[in-house]
């Protein structure tokens, strides 16, 4: 696994935005980008039911306010922590945004797109791809989303 000390940094506070997230009734996803040096860049966690909004996944919202804090839609060089593997929408956004990195703890067997249900990150038929590390701190963030809906049922 190619992790850096920073990835773990960023997974943990990815994990707190996460649990934030499903205190205020959103699916407990949180997403953290990084700069080429492990800097956090950006930040963001579920907030669909919060904004009524269908594009507010923690991914979207972490790599707006990264390209907001870079002053550049292109985040070539940067990592992207998140929770839960990023779906379809997140996935192409990952590809849009020129992310080179991808860190993801849980897997999304139901409509992950990276790596379980699709592979759309580094799909070869695709002009740009990212680098994948999955599992990280898996079981935590796996549990965030049990007891959520768990919780539901």
Known sequence: ????????AA????????AAAGEVGDVPVGAV???AAGSVIGEGRNLREVEHDPTAHAEI?????????????NLEGCTLVVTLE??????GAVLQSRIGRLVFGAWDDKAGAAGSMYDVVRDRRLPYRAEVVAGVREDEASALLRAFFDARR
Do not use: H
């Open 1 to 8: 696994m190619n992790l850096a000390p920073a990835d773990l």
């Open 86 to 91: 990023p779906c379809l929408m997140c996935a």
């Open 33 to 35: 980008v990084t700069d």
């Open 11 to 18: 997974m943990d506070r990815a994990l707190a935005l996460a």
């Open 61 to 73: 919202v972490a790599l707006r306010a990264a390209a907001a804090a870079t002053g550049s839609w």
